[in-house]
């Protein structure tokens, strides 16, 4: 079973980038028709898909915060990443890195980002 694990800063400064990795166990990044989501969660408010990295690399990304989002990945360590670049006090939530393919999603288990001088 794939297992999703967040990792980066729990505190950013504003006007400066939100990075964040999502290590990848129990299966390949590049696994056919699987899909590696990036989803936060604003305290009080509904989840936000922000984009995703397809098995093949091509990326999606939110119309809304496309202007300041980037994905990767790393084939090599099983990883892909997200860059949320000018953040504000509005960017903190928690964070969640997902995998889906044919109907079935994997989560990781969040990770709590507080933008904030």
């Known amino acids: 079973q794939v297992q999703l694990q967040e990792s980066g800063p729990g505190l950013v400064k504003p006007s400066q980038m939100l990075s964040l990795t999502c290590t990848v166990s129990?299966?390949?990044?590049?696994?056919?028709?699987?899909?590696w989501s990036w989803i936060r969660q604003p305290p009080g408010k509904g989840l936000e898909w922000m984009g995703a990295?397809?098995?093949?690399?091509?990326?999606y990304l939110s119309p809304s915060l496309k202007s300041r989002t980037s994905i990767s990945r790393d084939t090599s360590k099983n990883q892909f990443s997200l860059q949320l670049r000018s953040v504000t006090p509005e960017d903190t939530a928690v964070y969640y890195c997902?995998?889906?393919?044919?109907?079935?999603?994997?989560w990781g288990q969040g990770t709590q980002v507080t933008v904030s001088s």
């Open positions: 997902q995998a889906s393919i044919l109907g079935l999603t994997y």
């Open positions: 129990g299966g390949s990044i590049t696994t056919m028709y699987y899909r």
């Open positions: 990295i397809a098995y093949d690399g091509y990326i």
